[in-house]
């Protein structure tokens, strides 16, 4: 069992920088992979980026590749969502998800994560 509490967001101009934070609870953290994922009002939830349990490997949507980053602290259980260069496109309710087991083709499949944080607001002004 995996609990996840997301924290870090907030209101920011455009071209502003957030660090998101996703808290993990449970010591066998290192296995599991970790999404990050957003859902923007009257839009379908949609992937992010993605990070593995080592922390070697990431994947990133076309739309944040190049001004977001992910990363991990296994020793502190937390990944980051690191966003620079922020637009108002990228309002939306973040959330992080964990799975174990997740192969790469499927990062970015939620059905691949069976662990889901509440969520935290970011909103980005123009």
């Known amino acids: 069992q995996v609990q996840l509490v997301e924290s870090g967001g907030g209101l920011v101009q455009t071209g502003g920088s957030l660090r998101l934070s996703c808290a993990a609870s449970?010591?066998?953290?290192?296995?599991?992979?970790v999404g990050w994922f957003r859902q923007a009002p009257g839009k379908e939830r949609e992937s992010v980026a993605a990070?593995?349990?080592?922390?070697?490997?990431?994947r990133y949507a076309d739309s944040v590749r190049g001004r977001f980053t992910i990363s991990r602290d296994n020793a502190k259980n937390t990944v980051y969502l690191q966003m620079d260069s922020l637009e108002p496109d990228d309002t939306a309710v973040y959330y992080c998800?964990?799975?174990?087991?997740?192969?790469?083709?499927?990062?970015?499949?939620?059905?691949?994560?069976?662990?889901w944080g509440q969520g935290t607001q970011v909103t980005v002004s123009s």
């Open positions: 449970g010591r066998t953290f290192s296995n599991y992979v």
């Open positions: 990070v593995t349990g080592s922390g070697t490997n990431t």
């Open positions: 998800a964990a799975g174990i087991g997740v192969v790469p083709w499927a990062l970015f499949r939620q059905t691949s994560y069976s662990y």
